[in-house]
Each structure stands twice: as C-alpha cells, then as structure tokens.
C-alpha cells in the first residue's frame, strides 16, 4: 500500500528508525495533551456544558446560551475576564484586525516588539499604503526588531520611558519571517518589563499557531489580550471558521463592538449551528495539537537526517506547530509543497502551484487538501518564493496522516 502511495523504499527504512529515535520527544508532547485536556474537560464541567449548547440562533442572534457559554469555556481556558468566539470572524487577521481598530484611535501608536508583523497585516496597519489601514485614521506605528531571537528589552524600555504607547504587539509564531517563534517565558519576561514600566499600555498577543503548545497560555503570564484563529489549533480540526479574542471584560466589549455594532457588541451575533462544533473543535484541540507537533517534529528529524536544514530541530522546546525547512532552492520547496499536496486526503490530483495571492507581497505556494478551506491545523505546507526558499509546514488532524504526507513529501524532492 505504500508503494500505491509511492513512497520510496528508502524513506519507509528511514522513518522507522527515526521514529524510534523519537519516542522520548512524542511521550513529553503526550504529557503536554494531557494537561490541556485536563484544562478544557474542566472548563466544560464548570459551565456544565449540556446537549441545550448546541442549539443555534440566527438572525440577530439574540439570547444563544450555546455561544456565551463558549465564550465562558473560551475565558476559563486563557484565565480571563471575557472572550469572543465569533465565526462572525473570517480568518485570524480578520480578528487582529478587528482587535486593533477596536484598542487604537487616532494618534495613539502601535508598538511591535518582535519585528514586522504577520504579511496579512502590511496593509491593516499602513505598512503597505492602504485607504483603510490605521495609518489612514491616523494611529502611529513603531517596531523594534527582535535580537539573536529575543526581545531588544534595551530598546523597549527606553521607548517606553520617552512616550506613552497605547498597544505592543507581540506575534508568538515566526509567519513568513526567518526568526524563531517566542517561547511563553520570554512572553513572560518581556510582558513584566512592560508593566513594570508603563502598566497602562495593552499588550496584544497575535496567537496563532501556539495555543496548547505548552502549557500556559500568554494571559496566564500577563498578556492582556490574545488573538488566534479557530481553522488553527483551537478549532481541533472541526470549527468550520472563526477566530476568537480573550481579555479583559474591558478590552473584550471594545472588540466585540467593533465587530459588530457600538451599544450592541456581544450581544448579538448568531452562532447558525456551529456551536457544537465549536465545543468538539476544543475538546479534540489538545490532541489534534499533539499530533501537529508529532508530525513536525518527525519530519525535522527526517529532512536533517537527509542533510537539509531544519528549525526547529527535533529536540528544541517548541512555541508553536510550525515546522520550517530550509530549501535554498525553489523547486525542492514547490516539490515538497506538492509533495504534501499529494497525499492528502482532498484534492490529492491538484497540483499546487507559486500564485500572487491577495494580502501576500511575494508569490506564495499553498499546499492544503483540507477538509475546511485554508485550514492550517491540518497538515498543510506554503512558503513564499523567495530565498532562502523556506517550506513552512504545520498541522496534521492524526500523527499517522501526519507522517505519510511528510514521508510522501520527502519521495517527492528525492525524485
Ligand atoms: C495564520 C496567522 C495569522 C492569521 O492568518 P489567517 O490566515 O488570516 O487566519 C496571523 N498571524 C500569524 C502569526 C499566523 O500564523
């Protein structure tokens, strides 16, 4: 049956024994899906979550008990106030978006403190010149770039000191850049300095990609508000779109009214039939996650073991699910993309090609035969095409699926 895969000889004999190589990184990421399952079956016994949660609203969407008691569940979890679970929300940058003109006005300044943001972001924040941006309203941004992957604490605090910063961003996972992602403990560091100094600006964390990585979530360790997207870790597979925001009661209604109307806010917004699978989604996270990483670390430890230059490596503690080859070459990256594309389990027969895709500057290559469209939790591989040529490859619904697309990716550039 591998063979029908065409997998090569090769690659079925290595990934046995790497597998096995692997066995104490797997049992450590196992204990880690332990204590976040722990964490969300609690957080469905507080609110006593019953078959009632299911039912939806529509219309307005007045009185959907399933929906605010999601967000309760959602608040638990990330140790807040309030929170917003909305599919109201398109995509993780549509809820960063939304996060952002909700927290800033005109002449308030933005701060990012691990250089520049997410590419979907260029135009939200006037980076790229955009009629809609903040820029265009009038709010200010600033960024201090990360140093030897580390916060420039230096700098952040001498910027602190000169004038007063309504918001800092910090991105955790490292999107299209070449540095690594932010581990919770540096969050934890950099977020104390910060209040130490100036204990009115918000700290917004962009969380994509790193929710039950670890075991502590960034408002556990002082981040007043966080941001992730649902067609990631937190939607297990199963939400079928949606992001959600956790914070302050505070922040949260600032957010919520920006997303839908002033004096309305949480209020309304009609869940039309995703509550179930909002609580599935949560309830499978911390498992789905787990195999995210199992994937990734086995292909880490795969692709160095071929010669090719991996991050992380297999043993690194890890923030996030991501995992980056870098290729140095641009057709070994479209072969690995198509590669994963091939072993998917939909659209196996499309073959993914580089494509001018909107809110991206450079070309970018798109593997994904997911089941939910634009899905990154399961196992999906993209990278702009540009040097040093980096495959950024994240998800993985099962370990098992998991490592066949990446044993298949992998015959795929040895051909
Ligand atoms: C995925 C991601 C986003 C949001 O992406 P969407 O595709 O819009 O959901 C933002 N920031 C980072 C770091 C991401 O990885």
Redesign the pocket.
């Known amino acids: 049956m591998l063979d029908e895969l065409k997998i090569d000889e090769s690659v079925i004999k290595l990934s046995k024994d790497m597998e096995h190589k692997l066995q104490p990184v797997f049992k450590e990421i196992d204990e880690v899906c332990e204590y976040n399952s722990l964490k969300v079956l609690n957080a469905f016994h507080k609110y006593q979550i019953a078959e009632v949660h299911f039912n939806m609203t529509t219309g307005y969407g007045y009185g959907d008990i399933g929906r605010d008691t999601i967000e309760r569940v959602y608040a638990d979890i990330f140790h807040t106030e309030d929170s917003l679970v909305r599919g109201q929300f398109?995509?993780?940058?549509?809820?960063?978006t939304v996060t952002l003109f909700a927290l800033l006005r005109p002449n308030d300044t933005l701060l990012s403190i691990t250089g520049k943001?997410?590419d979907?972001?260029d135009e939200v924040i006037g980076i790229v010149p955009n009629d809609s941006s903040l820029q265009s309203f009038g709010v200010k941004y600033e960024q201090i770039d990360l140093i030897n992957d580390d916060f420039d604490y230096e700098r952040i605090e001498n910027r602190l000191k000169e004038s007063f910063i309504k918001v800092i961003e910090i991105?955790?996972?490292?999107?299209y850049s070449t540095r690594k992602s932010v581990g919770i403990d540096k969050v934890e560091k950099v977020v104390k300095l910060i209040k130490k100094i100036s204990p009115n600006t918000i700290v917004m964390i962009?969380n994509?990609?790193c929710e039950f990585v670890g075991t502590k979530e960034p408002t556990e360790v002082g981040a007043d508000i966080a941001?992730?997207?649902l067609?990631?870790n937190l939607g297990g597979g199963i939400a079928p779109n949606g992001?959600y925001v956790v914070g302050s009661e505070k922040l949260i209604k600032l957010v919520a009214e920006r997303l839908t109307v002033p004096g309305e806010g949480k209020e309304v917004g009609p869940s039309m039939g995703m509550n179930r699978q909002l609580l599935q989604g949560l309830f499978m996270a911390p498992s789905v996650v787990a195999s995210s990483l199992k994937t990734a670390v086995f292909a880490s430890l795969m692709l160095e073991e071929l010669g090719y230059e991996v991050e992380p490596k297999y043993n690194d503690k890890r923030a996030?699910i991501?995992q980056n080859i870098i290729f140095n070459n641009p057709q070994k990256l479209i072969k690995y993309c198509q590669g994963i594309q091939a072993a998917s389990p939909v659209d196996s027969n499309a073959l993914p090609e580089p494509w001018d895709m909107p809110?991206y500057t450079d070309q970018v290559i798109m593997a994904a035969g997911a089941f939910t469209q634009?899905s990154?939790i399961e196992l999906s591989c993209d990278g702009p095409l540009r040097p040093p040529y980096i495959a950024y490859m994240q998800g993985g619904l099962t370990y098992e699926y998991g490592k066949l697309g990446v044993m298949k990716a992998i015959s795929n550039i040895k051909d």
């Not at 398109?90 to 960063?96: D, N, T, Y």
Request: proline fraction near 3%; hydrophobic fraction near 25%.
């Open positions: 398109i995509s993780g940058s549509h809820a960063l943001p997410y979907t972001l991105q955790r996972s490292k999107g962009d994509c990609y941001v992730g997207s067609i990631k992001a996030d991501v809110g634009g990154s």
